[in-house]
């Protein structure tokens, strides 16, 4: 779970070893989360999902 606070998102597109950055935008998305009820938690947040490309574009 995301805690309560305001955070900012940027995206980066790399190979596979972390090495090469194909693509990075910083500070995209500015968002704030509002504390709600429940058991809170620390951790990561793995979002998941598989992504492919395409040669020549879309």
Known sequence: PVQ???YELSV?????TMKKVFERHTHLV???VEPGGG???TG???LGGT???RAGGA
């Open 4 to 6: 309560p606070g305001t």
């Open 12 to 16: 980066a597109l790399h190979d596979t």
């Open 30 to 32: 500015r968002f704030s």
């Open 39 to 41: 058991d809170h938690q």
């Open 44 to 46: 990561l947040v793995a």
């Open 51 to 53: 992504w492919q490309a």
